[in-house]
């Protein structure tokens, strides 16, 4: 047990010690664009309740 614990805090530190990652010189333009990316999935989950909404939840 204390093997498991002492390696979950060993990743755990390694893991806070991440930077993300930069966009090569090439793709500066589309940097905007791969901000928002992310969020897309989001939109299509609001969508779908406000298509139901709009269907009176059938």
Do not use: C, G, H
């Not at 930069?22 to 298509?51: G, H, Q, R, T």
């Amino acid at each position: 047990m204390t093997v498991l614990l002492n390696r979950y805090l060993e990743n755990s530190l390694q893991l806070s010690n991440v930077s993300l990652a930069k966009l090569p010189e090439a793709y500066a333009i589309s940097d905007p664009i791969v901000d928002v990316m992310p969020v897309i999935p989001v939109f299509f989950l609001l969508l779908a309740f406000v298509w139901q909404a709009a269907v009176s939840f059938r």
